[in-house]
């Protein structure tokens, strides 16, 4: 059997360039203005102008040469079955606090792959340590001018960097800062906060260091590790506490009040997670700006709210609502009660809420996206539940039905007989799957 190209195509885009072009699913892709394409980098740095030759290669072994006139940067609407079209990049750092260390045995390779390449965090929004990355590589990227890269940075602490990552590498970050920033290329920063290890004046001292780079610095998120119940032989870390999480937010906004001042930008936020820990109120939907750090939990809770008052208070026909069950994890499941108490006082429909503890990760793992099939299924069979059940899409693998246990949702509707809907992190969204 033929191995696929790393350049083939997996996808057409309706109503694409390509789509009009007749490109189809499993052709490949030579070069662009008769240059080789190495990996995505390439491939999105010559697909940006408005006149582009590629070359095609059908099933047949005929080759296609199209000329194409499109818009600046307009996309041509391919996807390929390599998304970098390259291997990525493995990291070779020991972080003390990995979540992938702390993984049961014999789940799906994949998820046992560390990453930290430049380009997933381009094209996915990953965060890299840039420890791992080769001098002909950040000269891509500056000669791209690909932006934002987002940046784990951790600390700014050098020498505790290098101690937390167990990597002595780790002490030339601010040289790559540097040079990204004379670049006028944007970055995002992500601290993973450990108690003892980088909180307190760790912290202050990495908030104040990485100010200094706005408004190259678009945002800084700090975010709590996160603990697993496999932690045996693993460098010893303890949960922060309420008094903890509250002491953050307290740093995270006396920065965001200072900044405001010299800069009109926030810059730093705490992950959702210190507020529901510490009890307090999440900020309001505005204090987040335009939510530069949503995939990394900042900000996810309070956008899903807003959207859901919205999309409640719209005109309705009246008519029949089916009753639904609503999976949550413990993190969010004050506010969900809350949400769903609104809607179901408001439109006579039937929720029953259904709060999901990990017992797969442990109980310190309370986010829904680290749920799995099992722990779902086995909850609901507790308990009653509707026909209809409501639950977090951001708990299956993106691109396939799939739990971190690899139960597939197939095989959830099959045990519980009843219709699961995957429903994502949007609060209109959420809304309408219910009352239709």
């Known amino acids: ?31 662009i203005n008769f240059r080789e394409i190495n990996d995505i980098f390439d491939y999105h740095f010559l697909i940006k102008d408005n006149f582009i030759e590629i070359l095609i ?47 049961p045995k014999n789940m799906r390779k994949s998820l046992y792959f560390k990453d ?16 791992n990355m080769d ?65 307190g004046s760790y912290l202050e001292k990495s908030i104040s260091d990485l100010a200094e ?24 870390i303890e949960r922060f506490t309420k008094e903890n999480a509250r002491d953050i937010i307290g740093t995270v906004k006396k920065w965001q009040q200072s900044l405001r001042k010299t800069h009109d930008t926030r810059f730093v936020y705490a992950a959702d997670e210190f507020y529901l820990l510490a009890g307090r109120d999440l900020p309001a ?21 807003k959207g859901a008052e919205t999309a409640i208070r719209k005109p309705r026909l009246a008519k029949a609502i089916p009753d639904v069950t609503i999976v949550t994890s413990v993190a969010a499941s004050e506010y969900m009660k809350s949400l769903c108490s609104e809607i179901s ?23 829904a996206g680290l749920l799995t099939g099992q722990d779902i299924i086995e909850t609901l069979k507790k308990q009653k539940y509707h026909k209809k059940i409501l639950i977090p899409k951001d708990a299956l693998k993106k691109d396939e039905d799939i739990f971190l246990d690899d139960v597939t949702l197939a095989d959830m509707q099959a045990q519980l007989k009843a219709e699961i809907i995957p429903t994502p992190n949007d609060g209109g969204a959420f809304v309408k799957e219910i009352l239709g």
């Open 1 to 31: 059997m033929k191995k696929p190209h790393k350049n083939t195509i997996t996808y057409i885009e309706p109503g694409s360039i390509a789509d009009e072009m007749g490109v189809v699913p499993g052709d490949i892709l030579l070069s």
């Open 57 to 103: 290669e059908k099933a047949t072994g005929e080759e296609w040469l199209l000329d194409i006139e499109k818009e600046d940067y307009e996309d041509i609407g391919m996807v390929f079955e390599n998304g970098l079209m390259d291997d990525a990049k493995h990291c070779t750092n020991k972080c003390k606090f990995c979540f992938i260390d702390q993984l």
């Open 116 to 131: 930290d390449d430049a380009r997933l965090s381009f094209l996915q929004g990953n965060y890299i340590t840039l420890t």
């Open 135 to 199: 001098e002909a590589t950040f000269d891509r990227i500056i000669y791209y001018k690909f932006s934002p890269i987002n940046i784990s940075v951790h600390t700014t602490n050098m020498q505790q960097r290098a101690f937390m990552m167990d990597n002595p590498e780790a002490v030339f970050l601010f040289d790559y800062i540097d040079r990204l920033a004379k670049a006028n290329i944007e970055m995002n920063f992500q601290i993973v906060l450990v108690k003892g290890l980088n909180d």
């Open 213 to 236: 780079y706005i408004p190259y610095a678009k945002s800084l998120s700090i975010v709590p590790v996160g603990l697993t119940k496999y932690r045996e032989g693993l460098y010893p």
């Open 285 to 305: 939907y505005e204090d987040y700006q335009d939510f530069p750090q949503f995939e990394n939990g900042v900000g996810m809770l309070a956008y899903f709210l």
């Open 345 to 367: 006082l408001g439109f006579g429909v039937d929720i029953d809420i259904c709060v999901v503890e990990n017992k797969f990760f442990g109980e310190n793992i309370t986010t």
